[in-house]
């Protein structure tokens, strides 16, 4: 039997906003959204002067004299951290989607499976250590992903039976190590020797965008485009996961096997966001939320438009970030819990909403 399986949705007869015209919707934008975070910040170009150093990259345009400081300011350092904000929102947005179907749980989030906690770990030991120092710009990257992915191998190893990976125990499992390696960052952060290296280590745990280059972006948005391509495939049968493995097992679909795959691509996709990003909270929580209530809970549906929403949100939360305090930079993370807890409570309240289904 095939395992392209579509369950069916408990929500059908639900009015919901059509799909299609809400993506091309976000679509449009992200778009202008992308072109208000280059224009907007401390350093005041302006919009014409903006879109004209845009034109000029794009189409390898002269520039007017004296316009060679500007320009590295829109191509070298908004652009960049504009196009990184949307990639890591994506990302985040579409793991959440991901893990709360994997884990049946309507809490969950990227970070629940400690993969965000174990890059904190690998972080932390560049910017507080000096560790990897070899590597230059790539330090913090390369080390924080590869506690990522250490983080996850240890999360699998203690959570898998021999009767499989079950959604109960790798959530407590990914919670139990998740405080471990926090303990570990907070000893690192409490030992430092370095008044500056330890708010650069707070920082990089609340979220920053502030480091984005262009040398970033690739690897970020490779390993998000191919975790949504991933996910866009298994759309049906994450809808026969979500309904419990013996609906799923009924409908042809091996729950313990997509559930590793999973397992994978969302450690993958969230160890590599990250690594780039620093701890960015709430995205992977509320936006899966949201996008159900607004198309409902069938993964197709929700998986085209929950990456659009989470570049969204996550473009215009760093903008807040840059601009509210300028010149000082707040956290991404801060912004994000400052949106996602009222946000919570609010889609509590709703009526006729169900986590995870309605």
Request: proline share 4%; charged share 10%.
């Amino acid at each position: 039997m095939s395992t392209a399986v579509t369950a069916p949705a408990p929500e059908r007869t639900a009015r919901r906003i059509p799909v299609v015209p809400l993506a091309a919707g976000l679509v449009v934008a992200l778009l202008l959204s992308l072109v208000c975070a280059v224009a907007l910040g401390s350093s005041g170009l302006g919009w014409t002067r903006v879109l004209r150093l845009l034109g000029a990259g794009l189409t390898g345009g002269r520039l007017e004299a004296g316009e060679a400081a500007a320009y590295a300011i829109v191509w070298e350092i908004r652009l960049p951290r504009t196009v990184l904000a949307a990639v890591v929102g994506a990302g985040l947005a579409a793991t959440g989607v991901a893990v709360q179907a994997m884990v049946r749980n309507a809490l969950a989030d990227p970070f629940v499976l400690g993969i965000s906690s174990g890059a904190s770990v690998g972080a932390n030991a560049v910017l507080l250590l000096g560790a990897f120092a070899s590597l230059g710009v790539w330090a913090i990257s390369v080390s924080a992903f590869a506690a990522a992915l250490l983080a996850m191998v240890l999360v699998y190893a203690a959570a898998r039976t021999a009767y499989g990976l079950t959604p109960l125990r790798l959530v407590l499992t990914g919670t139990a190590m998740s405080y471990g390696f926090s303990a570990v960052t907070a000893l690192m952060v409490f030992g430092a020797a370095r008044g500056e290296a330890a708010r650069s280590a707070m920082m990089w745990l609340l979220g920053s965008l502030g480091g984005a280059t262009w040398g970033s972006v690739p690897i970020a948005a490779a390993t998000v485009a191919a975790g949504l391509a991933y996910l866009a495939c298994a759309a049906g049968r994450l809808d026969a996961l979500a309904m419990g493995d013996e609906t799923a097992a009924s409908l042809g679909v091996d729950g313990d096997r997509l559930r590793r795959e999973l397992f994978v691509v969302t450690a993958a996709v969230t160890g590599t966001v990250v690594a780039v990003s620093g701890a960015i909270g709430f995205v992977g929580l509320m936006v899966p939320h949201l996008t159900r209530m607004l198309v409902g809970a069938g993964h197709r549906r929700v998986l085209l438009v929950a990456p659009l929403a989470g570049a969204l949100l996550l473009v215009w939360v760093d903008i807040v970030s840059r601009t509210l305090l300028a010149p000082a930079e707040l956290p991404v993370g801060v912004v994000t819990a400052v949106l996602g807890v009222p946000c919570f409570l609010l889609l509590m309240r709703r009526r006729g909403y169900t986590f995870g289904g309605r």
